[in-house]
């Protein structure tokens, strides 16, 4: 408190600075650091703004109704972070990647721990709708090397931008999820069906506010990954459809470069019978580069 | 969508640039431009932090607790704002007064609009609870002449430091609240008793983050003002006790040098029933400074 006087009172100028000096007795010393970063950016966010009080009442609404919208099967708090880029920005932070390794993206709401494990080139999709695809590559280490037992945990939506565990009782349990583990040649490969773009849950507070900025609440096509192996860094990401209508406008900035896949459309009958197809499918090759740990 | 296209895609160093692209199309600049300044900000803060993902998510489910311990009669948003010293710097910007008027400081939570207008010198306590005190002064204008029909809005926490509407039933409504209109002198006068310091509602997230930044939850004793004179700058602030416990320590910054008043224990029997008063009592003499509108 002695600290806190020397500071003197509390003035516009040395606002940060006095917050902090009043926190200087706070036994987690990782907390109290965070919190005066926090409370030094804030403070410079509203001195930039200089927010009339009702201004100011107004984002405690927002905030308030943030929360207020959050329930067992619902994170709107999370939502904010990702429509403001900050989730990706925490993951950006949490994953610099050695050059030449595959780059994460947010890991999103629907993983779900315990997917099936299934034999390479397994079909995922359980109910048969949709545009055929076939997925398949290697999984490297960052000299080219193949990777043997690399885990690869596979998951996305389907034809109509539904993943299963929205569609409880019409998509059956697990569609579209698989765990496959390479073999010594690092390759992996499995059937599904072509993502579709969907909306992020756009009916709260964070919708209304992407509204009024004049943003969708669409997430381009993509497949979901996890990849793991003994002695790599686990890598969380997705890879894209390059000709999604929102690739360029991710409503949670997820889309980087290097996580462009090519959706090719295989229509000749010969290519399609050795896939094991009926009808045209989409190809899609991709490898994926673990850095070491 | 093509200037997103323009600014590439999210990467750590240009994540702020990328979101605020995202928002060019938004309808309302101001709202624009305060989510801009904001991300711009928030993300300043996360670079500097480096937050763990376990680290981010433990803020998001502080938001979240912190959003719904809100209510009809409880605002936690509020509180966080208060305790980290926004309220007082959003209060500091639509405040900044010429030379020689009086500071202001924040509202608070306990302001009723219908307080009784009542005879200057008038007890405003009404349950002869707690140590006599008359608080007398002038309202003036910069140069120093006296305010005629200036009123003066007072309201005070009791001898134990609840207000009246946080003990219903067990203090007389209105009690330590008054309306008073100065005379053609400007002086202004009332009894009431000494105010005793008091702790924010520190039972939910924002208690507790106190908790952990070692810090205390109370505010030093406080008398409330709102004063308004026709042609001047309305005024809201406090007046303080200098001998406060807490005084160099306000839970919410709201205590600045200009607000201290003196509390003088008045003993001597002739003043004692000079005053009106049957034992000692405090004198708290304090003028108020309007500006001009």
Same mark, same amino acid.
């Given at each position: 408190m002695t600290q806190v006087h020397e500071q003197g009172y509390f003035t516009e100028e040395n606002s940060a600075e006095v917050v902090a000096a009043r926190n200087a007795n706070a036994s987690n010393e990782r907390l109290r650091d965070c919190v005066n970063i926090l409370v030094k950016h804030i403070h410079a966010a509203v001195k930039e703004m200089e927010p009339t009080q009702d201004e100011w009442f107004e984002a405690i609404m927002f905030l308030t109704r943030t929360g207020q919208t959050c329930n067992d099967w619902r994170q709107e708090f999370i939502l904010l972070s990702d429509v403001t880029g900050v989730s990706m920005l925490v993951d950006a932070i949490n994953n610099r990647?050695?050059?030449?390794?595959? *780059?994460?993206?947010?890991?999103?709401?629907?993983?779900? *721990?315990?997917?099936?494990?299934?034999p390479m080139g397994a079909d995922i999709c359980l109910d048969s709708k949709g545009e055929p695809m076939l997925v398949r590559g290697r999984i490297l280490d960052t000299k080219g090397s193949p990777i043997d037992s690399a885990k690869i945990d596979v998951w996305q939506a389907n034809d109509e931008g539904f993943y299963d565990v929205q569609q409880k009782g019409i998509q059956p349990d697990f569609n579209l999820r698989g765990v496959f583990r390479t073999g010594p040649d690092g390759t992996y490969s499995f059937r599904a069906v072509k993502p579709k773009f969907y909306p992020i849950p756009d009916d709260g507070p964070v919708g209304q506010l992407l509204t009024r900025l004049g943003r969708h609440p669409y997430r381009p096509a993509h497949l979901h990954y996890i990849i793991e192996a003994e002695g790599f860094d686990r890598l969380v990401t997705h890879i894209f459809d390059p000709d999604d209508p929102y690739i360029h406008s991710d409503a949670v900035f997820g889309v980087k470069e290097s996580l462009m896949a090519k959706f090719d459309l295989i229509e000749d009958p010969e290519a399609i019978r050795a896939a094991g197809f009926d009808r045209p499918f989409y190809l899609v090759e991709h490898d994926f580069v673990l850095a070491s740990s």
């Open positions: 990647k050695p050059s030449g390794a595959s *780059e994460s993206t947010v890991l999103g709401p629907f993983h779900v *721990e315990d997917a099936p494990e299934l």
